[in-house]
């Protein structure tokens, strides 16, 4: 097959877009900050696609399977898998966050930062908890999990009706073909909004510069260099480990899903390329049942960079306005983040709410001082997304791995 020429590639186009997003958003603030409605128009596009293929998938897989048991021990088999991850993750975090101390030296007065600028996100995160979370699950109606787009309440919704297709045998057959010819015409849609994808990327990154300036791109270095070093480390040795006990090279996977991870980290969005990521991990031999449960799932539960920012920023927090914390405050702090960490999904911005929730259950950092990297936010997600989105692809593989249900022919095939 001939390769298509390098303009013709969407990771190049985008790469593009970025640098003509920064060029702008620098020449021209004023002009750049005006397009933010261009990257929230093509994240609102992505996003009205994601609950129909979310809900079709898995009632396609989970009817196919035509087996209750192995859709539950799948579940199991990768909550567990994603709270290990997500645990070793928040060590990492914590650790290399105490060695580097980017915080320290500072001495912040807490009080006198702004804390107008903080009342959304503390208003939002008094919702964030165990049980909000839970009862969050179940949607008002049927319907109103994909009004809504709440990822839980599809996927309780879509494992019932998969279920029910399962109970009902050859007469739910025509309705699970109809629910696989459905999935075939969203991701056609979806391939058609992928194509505006760099003008999406254009206009978040010259929003990025043009209302922070890039003066933003290097305040509070200590930090960011931190926290983009963290992540690296934890995608090369945890996740390399995790691909090497697969037998896979982690680093052929990232090349194959190259042009999502480069819409992703421009977007600073993993929900972009969440359709992409499904359908190129099928393509890749994983089994179809796995796919659907596992990554969507892993969009909620496992998130490894946003453990990872979660513990650097907290205890960068506490180093910056002089809170000191013992060992058993931080094992505390870890215990917390492990609950709100979990706690934030279908919540926008969750990152940044789940700090502010985290510091207000801990008690000890004050909870004001989120306002030091609410600035940096957005540049500190542009390494969280992309760890997240590395991380549950590489879940879709172990837990396909795990179940006996990766086809190492056609991933050799897809991935090289």
């Known amino acids: ?56 998938t898995i009632v396609h897989g989970v009817a196919q399977m035509a087996d209750a048991a192995r859709v539950g021990r799948i579940a199991i ?37 702004n804390q107008n600028l903080l009342e959304p996100y503390l208003k939002t995160a008094q919702t964030v908890g165990v049980v909000p979370f839970l009862m969050n699950i179940l949607p008002n109606t049927f319907v109103g999990a994909f009004a809504e787009g709440n990822v839980l ?17 050859e007469t739910g057959k025509p309705v699970t073909r109809a629910v696989d010819a459905a999935a075939k015409v969203i991701f056609g849609c979806v391939a058609i909004v992928m194509r505006f994808a760099p003008l999406g990327v254009f206009g978040a990154m010259a929003f990025t510069v043009g209302q922070f300036g890039l003066g933003s791109l290097v305040s509070l270095g200590k930090l960011l260099i931190e926290f983009y070093a963290v992540c690296a480390v934890f995608v090369t040795l945890a996740l390399g480990a995790v691909m090497r ?3 896979v090279s982690l680093w052929r996977l990232v090349k194959y899903i190259f042009d999502e991870l480069v819409v992703c980290i421009a977007t600073t969005s993993s929900e972009t390329v969440l359709p992409n990521l499904m359908q190129k991990m099928e393509r890749a031999g994983c089994d179809e049942g796995v796919v659907g449960l596992v990554v969507p799932l892993g969009y909620s539960f496992n998130l490894d960079g946003t453990c990872l920012y979660l513990a650097s920023a907290a205890v960068f927090l506490s180093q910056a306005t002089d809170t000191s914390l013992s060992i058993s405050d931080q094992i505390g702090l870890l215990v917390i983040l492990l609950l709100t960490s979990k706690g934030a999904a279908g919540i926008a911005g969750a990152a940044f709410v789940v700090l502010a929730a985290t510091l207000a259950a801990h008690q000890t950092i ?7 990297v609410l600035g940096i936010h957005r540049l500190m997600s542009q390494a969280l997304t992309p760890t997240n989105f590395v991380g549950n692809a590489v879940a879709a593989i172990a837990i396909s791995r795990w179940e006996n249900a990766l086809d190492r022919e056609k991933f050799h095939k897809a991935v090289g």
């Not at 004050?366 to 030091?372: R, T």
């Open 77 to 113: 088999k990768a909550l567990v898998y994603f709270e290990v991850m997500t645990t070793i993750a928040l060590i990492v975090g914590l650790v290399a966050i105490n060695l580097s101390a980017p915080g320290a030296g500072m001495h912040v007065d807490a009080s006198k930062l």
């Open 245 to 247: 006990i697969c037998g």
């Open 153 to 169: 309440q599809v996927v309780f919704v879509a494992l019932l009706t998969g279920f029910a297709l399962v109970g009902l045998g």
């Open 366 to 372: 004050p909870v004001a001082s989120v306002a030091l």
């Open 1 to 56: 097959m001939e390769t298509p020429p390098l303009y013709h590639r969407l990771w190049f186009q985008v790469v593009v877009a970025v640098a003509l997003g920064v060029g702008l958003g620098a020449l021209d603030p004023k002009l750049g900050a005006t397009l933010q409605p261009l990257g929230d128009a093509f994240i609102k596009a992505i996003r009205l696609l994601i609950a129909p293929i979310i809900f079709c």
